[in-house]
């Protein structure tokens, strides 16, 4: 058995951090967690939901490096901004299916409008979640 010292709790730490970036570990002085540039990082990557779209996740997942935890968040913010972006495609095609199979121009089928209604629904479910996560990170 080695003797526990600062530097073998330092390098148990690391092994810890890169397994699971979720796990924050303090023993006496030594404490993992992110910065707070990477929590406001993080947090920009949920946020921009609003003006980068999937863009800003994934430059930061890139170029985050061995930051396990940004490069968490970063993934689950990409996947949050492509979600409604693939859904809203599948919308379009379903829409224009519809809009080529009916006879009148007048009237939308009904599959077409439960369509666009529930790609409204979730794209607005998913904006909620990624301005909460945002907040999230800020407020920790």
């Not at 404490?31 to 949920?46: D, G, P, Q, V």
């Not at 299916?97 to 009916?102: C, E, N, V, Y």
């Amino acid at each position: 058995i080695e003797k526990l010292t600062f530097s073998n709790c330092c390098k148990v730490l690391l092994i810890y951090k890169k397994l699971s970036f979720n796990l924050y570990v303090q023993l006496g002085e030594v404490f993992i967690s992110m910065t707070t540039t990477n929590r406001f990082l993080a947090a920009l990557c949920y946020i921009s939901f609003f003006f980068l779209g999937f863009i800003f996740p994934t430059v930061i997942y890139f170029v985050a490096g061995d930051d396990f935890e940004l490069k968490g968040h970063a993934k689950r913010a990409l996947i949050s901004h492509l979600f409604p972006f693939i859904m809203g495609i599948i919308v379009f095609f379903v829409f224009l299916t519809q809009l080529a199979s009916s006879s009148e121009m007048a009237t939308l089928p009904y599959t077409a409008i439960l369509a666009m209604f529930l790609f409204g629904l979730i794209s607005f479910i998913v904006m909620i979640w990624n301005v909460i996560q945002g907040i999230k990170l800020v407020k920790d």
